[in-house]
């Protein structure tokens, strides 16, 4: 039991297809995050969400659309995304402590 | 900007041997570091962390890892190694929301290191 939980935890779609990926915590965080992490890459800071503010959008392709109708709930909303696209998309949560996050198992996305 | 190199990007060591993962960072003031560990197709887990006091920090699964200033760095150490600890480790550098860091507690992750065990 991590806390954050995310769904589906396997996502196989096509190119001209639209998906959402969902992430949900129930620690009482005030932070959310979305990373991408392909195979031999480094993690890759894709959005954070604090106080459900989008305070970070590191150059993101916009096919790639989040969004955090709460602080207990965080989505990444999926449309035309190329086979590059492929990875496995993390989700975590924080404090603004500093106290380090929380993540999710991941969503195993493939693009066909 | 604070950042984080893990320089062995994969070790391999045999079952009940010792393990150090090293871990260099980058910050102007007193970090906020974390070891977190990963098995394949799973989220990261958090082994330990050190925001103050002792420098030594015990962790789960029997890791530690110990800061040193003076180095920059925060080794992550086993004393013998399980088949079951083969798994990408990450180090992380964090800025606690009152030494000035973001207001949502931004972690900077280093590149992990692949850990192969060999029976």
């Known amino acids: 039991e991590t806390g954050v939980t995310q769904t589906p935890r396997h996502l196989v779609m096509g190119m001209t297809n639209k998906k959402s990926l969902k992430c949900e915590q129930h620690?009482?965080?005030?932070?959310m995050y979305w990373y991408k992490q392909s195979a031999k890459k480094p993690l890759e800071l894709m959005f954070v969400?604090?106080?459900?503010?989008?305070?970070e959008n590191n150059s993101v392709p916009s096919r790639f659309s989040p969004e955090c109708p709460n602080s207990s709930h965080l989505f990444l909303h999926l449309h035309t995304l190329q086979p590059e696209d492929s990875a496995l998309y993390l989700c975590?949560?924080?404090?603004?402590?500093?106290?380090?996050?929380?993540f999710g198992s991941g969503t195993r996305l493939t693009v066909v | 900007a604070q950042s984080v190199t893990q320089p062995d990007i994969h070790i391999t060591v045999s079952e009940g041997a010792s393990l150090e993962l090293r871990c260099n960072y980058s910050y102007g003031a007193t970090p906020y570091l974390f070891w977190y560990v990963q098995s394949p197709g799973q989220g990261l887990q958090l082994l330990l962390k050190y925001f103050s006091g002792d420098t030594l920090v015990q962790g789960i699964k029997g890791f530690e890892a110990e800061f040193k200033r003076s180095q920059s760095s925060f080794n992550l150490r086993k004393p013998s190694v399980h088949w079951s600890d083969a798994a990408e480790y990450f180090c992380a550098v964090g800025a606690g929301r009152d030494a000035g860091g973001t207001s949502y507690g931004k972690l900077t992750f280093g590149q992990g290191t692949i850990l192969t065990v060999h029976p």
């Open positions: 975590a949560s924080s404090q603004n402590t500093g106290d380090g996050y929380t």
């Open positions: 969400y604090s106080l459900e503010e989008r305070v």
């Open positions: 620690l009482g965080h005030n932070a």
